[in-house]
């Protein structure tokens, strides 16, 4: 691979504008952390560009962001919050994930108001959530918070579209406004599956041990998208009680369900959970399961207070041929037991 700092962005224009060919990851490389004059140059030629390769510029973007967070896309994914495509602005929102200035917040409030485009507003209202979380843990000014929570729920309780409404209701989900409750609870019983399945997210967010019935009700659903919400919002709510059904998840017909079923028994832990791990560990033949259940069980070990667990390398422990692995993993099972016993005497 070519060194990032090497290419021009004469280079880099010519890549952006081959139609032909994929645009190599050094060039990727290159866009992150860009300074003014980078970023001015670029956007002489921005308009030059297809959408379609502005689009998957950006979908790489944000991939590349969530897996190396030392990478910097601010400045590009600022300015892309402007393109004519609406697909092209929703992603620069997405792939900004984790930027917190107080413009931007500024930005985003005047998108879910004006953008003419549902998709970009929804992003927008979704986007907003982590400043609600912010206002919540007092990083954020009270009337702000207090500003941000009464446009998403103006939002909500507006005729915007379904997929707007939604998001909105998500964002405030780490709200703790009283009337925030009846939103979702209207969401959940309104027999839409989006509705449901962000009033799902939102009670999950809320950490509110209130809601753990009617979570554990959906968990039984006919429709996966409401399973995978479900499963989500009992690990972020630490639901014992929807332990069982989530041993039972773990082998939906639903990928996407089993794999929310295992993050969330690592969050809650107990009775069962690291047999099952264990079980899929040494069966499963999708990489996917496979790699999720490693950070699984690290998270599993410090929900249950073990965090030594996490240094053990399990895949090399599971293939020990003396069988070492298992008789560590005896020992580790009966020393939780043991604690137990104390705990109750």
Known sequence: MKNPTKVTLSELKKALLDVDTPLPVAYLYRLSDL?????????????????????????????????????????????????????????????????????????????????????????AAFALGKFVFLGEVEELAEGRLHEVENRLIQTFTSNDALVVRSSA???????????????VREAYYSGNRDLIASSLIAMGRSVNSDWTPLVEAMLENEDPVIRYEAARAAGELEAVTCRRR????????????????????????????????????????????LDLLEDALDNLAFTEGDGFFGLLDIDQMIKNEEGEFDDYLEEWVDFDHLEDEDEEE
């Open 35 to 123: 300074s003014e004059k980078d970023l001015t140059e670029i956007k002489s030629f921005w308009g030059e560009i297809p959408v379609w390769r502005k689009q998957a510029l950006m979908e790489d973007i944000e991939e590349m962001a969530e897996n190396d967070p030392l990478l910097s896309y601010e400045n590009l994914s600022l300015f892309a919050l402007t393109d004519q495509d609406a697909r092209v602005r929703e992603l620069a929102i997405r792939s900004l994930s984790y930027y917190e200035e107080p413009h931007y917040l500024d930005t985003l409030l005047k998108m879910l108001e004006n953008d003419e485009a549902p998709n970009v507003r929804a992003a």
């Open 169 to 183: 209701l998500e964002a405030l989900g780490f709200s703790s406004r009283p009337e925030v409750d009846g939103f």
């Open 246 to 289: 989530l041993l039972e998840l773990v082998d939906d017909p639903d990928l996407d369900v089993r794999l929310a079923a295992i993050w969330s028994l690592s969050q809650i832990g107990g009775e069962g959970v690291m047999e099952k791990f264990m079980e899929l560990y040494e069966t499963s033949e999708d990489d996917e399961i």
